[in-house]
């Protein structure tokens, strides 16, 4: 196993086929699209926020804070990969058959382990099951595993930065475009849900 997946499993604090599934992702995205972002020049649309996630997170360098890491509610593990230079972007969906298969029993040792009833041994088994599927993803060919196709969408305008003002009510700094008003003032978010509810 190589440093990075090393690096990517301590970032997201276990191992398991979510993460290496996003590891798959990600070289398929820094293959076609660009390498790791040091700024804004890849744009991540993710469509879930599940494990996979923090693997092309780390890998690709599209992250929450830089706001370049954009997350699509709406429940599918599929990736969008946006390079701004030229818009060229992939849109990768991982196929129904691309996950491992499912095995009984590591499926009902995860239950008892979940109910906090697996013995230690019945624990350690259930890590070596889930070490060994999560480990299998990264040598399955990537076309068994994923649909990539070339799509066009408009990449976000990169992140603005704007100024805070404080909120009438609690005082706190808030950005200006958060801001709502209610009675003339200036409100925070929740102080304004606070106000409307009263
Ligand atoms: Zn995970
Ligand atoms: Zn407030």
Redesign the pocket.
């Known amino acids: 196993m190589d440093d990075r997946i090393r690096q990517a499993i301590d970032f997201?604090?276990?191992l398991?086929a979510?993460?290496t599934m996003g590891v798959r992702a990600a070289r398929v995205a820094l293959r076609e699209v660009g390498p790791h972002a040091a700024d804004e020049e890849v744009v991540a649309i993710v469509e879930t926020d599940?494990?996979a996630v923090?693997a092309i997170q780390f890998l690709t360098g599209c992250t929450f804070g830089k706001g370049n890491l954009i997350h699509r509610d709406v429940g599918k593990n599929a990736y969008t990969f946006i390079r701004r230079s030229d818009g060229k972007a992939i849109r990768v969906v991982t196929r129904p058959d691309g996950w491992p298969p499912h095995d009984p029993e590591r499926g009902a040792l995860r239950e008892k382990v979940r109910a906090g009833t697996a013995t230690e041994a019945e624990e350690r088994r259930y890590e070596k099951l889930r070490d060994e599927r999560a480990l299998a993803v990264l040598d399955v060919p990537e076309e068994r595993l994923f649909d990539v196709q070339e799509v066009r969408v408009q990449a976000p305008r990169p992140a603005r930065v704007h100024a805070s003002i404080p909120c009438a009510d609690c005082g706190e700094m808030t950005m200006e475009t958060r801001i709502r008003r209610s009675d003339g003032r200036n409100l925070c978010i929740p102080c304004f849900e606070h106000a409307e509810a009263r």
């Open positions: 997201h604090g276990h398991c979510g993460l599940m494990c923090d």
